[in-house]
């Protein structure tokens, strides 16, 4: 009996453990994918296709599983939070750039969830991107 109740709770810790570690890997990879969609972004420097990025950004990393979903609303949300305080020390509470952090997080939402991220994309762009 003991033997038994030993091997439920070994496998019930193991279980979690190995869910904890599944979400952490897909976390990183997640970071990946919004990273390189960044790097990607920069290097085409094609007008109007940063929507685009965000989406394809956020669709990978959301391809990973939770631990990506997860990711990439961190990095999504810290990078637009980043941008709203760097503007209000660069142009005071005038309301700039509200309206293109708001696009950017439809972007990212809708990366997320799983739409084509295709949807944002500039017709020009190489295929590369």
Same mark, same amino acid.
């Given at each position: 009996m003991? %033997?038994?109740?030993? %091997?439920i *709770?070994?496998? *019930?810790? %193991?279980?979690v453990h190995?869910?904890?570690f599944s979400? *952490?890997?897909?976390?990183y990879?997640?970071?990946?994918?919004?990273?390189r969609?960044y790097?990607?972004?920069?290097?085409?420097?094609?007008?109007?296709?940063?929507?685009?990025?965000?989406?394809?950004?956020n669709?990978?990393?959301?391809?990973?599983?939770?631990?990506?979903?997860w990711?990439?609303?961190?990095?999504?949300?810290?990078?637009?939070?980043?941008?709203?305080?760097?503007?209000l020390?660069q142009?005071?509470?005038?309301?700039?750039?509200v309206?293109?952090?708001?696009?950017?997080?439809?972007?990212?939402?809708?990366g997320?969830?799983?739409?084509?991220?295709?949807?944002?994309?500039?017709a020009?762009l190489?295929?590369?991107?």
């Open positions: 003991k %033997l038994f109740t030993g %091997l *709770l070994c496998s *019930l810790v %193991l279980g190995s869910r904890w979400f *952490l890997g897909e976390a990879e997640g970071a990946k994918d919004m990273w969609a790097s990607d972004m920069k290097e085409a420097r094609y007008i109007n296709s940063d929507k685009y990025f965000h989406a394809r950004g669709y990978d990393a959301a391809q990973r599983g939770p631990g990506g979903v990711a990439a609303e961190v990095i999504s949300d810290a990078r637009e939070n980043i941008q709203r305080v760097t503007d020390f142009h005071g509470d005038s309301g700039h750039g309206e293109d952090s708001k696009a950017d997080q439809f972007a990212n939402e809708w997320r969830s799983g739409k084509d991220p295709n949807y944002f994309r500039p020009g190489p295929g590369k991107y």
